[in-house]
């Protein structure tokens, strides 16, 4: 059975390989478009240690993104095609647009602080594991 086809939701966990830390406990994967644009708008606030990718599908890679709809500021964690973080931007308010990062591949957003709370810097591999 795969989770794709019978809308079972894989759960897995983001670990920071560089720093030996978990970055986030619960990543959700927002594979489709209207997931990749729906994103976190909507939501009152992530819960601590959960998360969403954004853009590690066949869809096209995600430079940007805003926070345009959202409630609560966000930590983003743009990684490169083979999980390297190219750049982190810490509490990102509501209502912003950012710049375009080139050599992005996919987007993980946190809650505010937890890219702090795991030592987390630009450079670090990050691997996603599933857990049971």
């Not at 959960?50 to 409630?71: D, N």
């Not at 930590?75 to 190219?86: A, E, N, P, T, Y």
């Not at 982190?88 to 993980?108: D, E, Y």
Request: glycine share 10%; hydrophobic share 50%.
């Amino acid at each position: 059975m795969c989770a794709r086809c019978c809308n079972l939701k894989r759960v897995r966990r983001a670990i920071n390989i560089t720093r030996g830390s978990v970055l986030c406990a619960s990543v959700e994967e927002a594979a489709s478009a209207i997931a990749r644009g729906r994103g976190l708008m909507g939501r009152e606030a992530l819960a601590p240690g959960a998360g969403l990718l954004i853009g590690s599908g066949p869809l096209l890679p995600m430079l940007w993104i805003h926070t345009f709809f959202m409630r609560f500021p966000i930590d983003l964690v743009f990684l490169g095609r083979s999980g390297r973080i190219i750049r982190l931007m810490p509490a990102v308010k509501p209502w912003r647009l950012t710049a375009p990062v080139l050599g992005a591949h996919s987007v993980l957003e946190l809650e505010a602080g937890a890219a702090q709370r795991a030592a987390t810097r630009a450079g670090d591999e990050v691997r996603f594991e599933d857990i049971a």
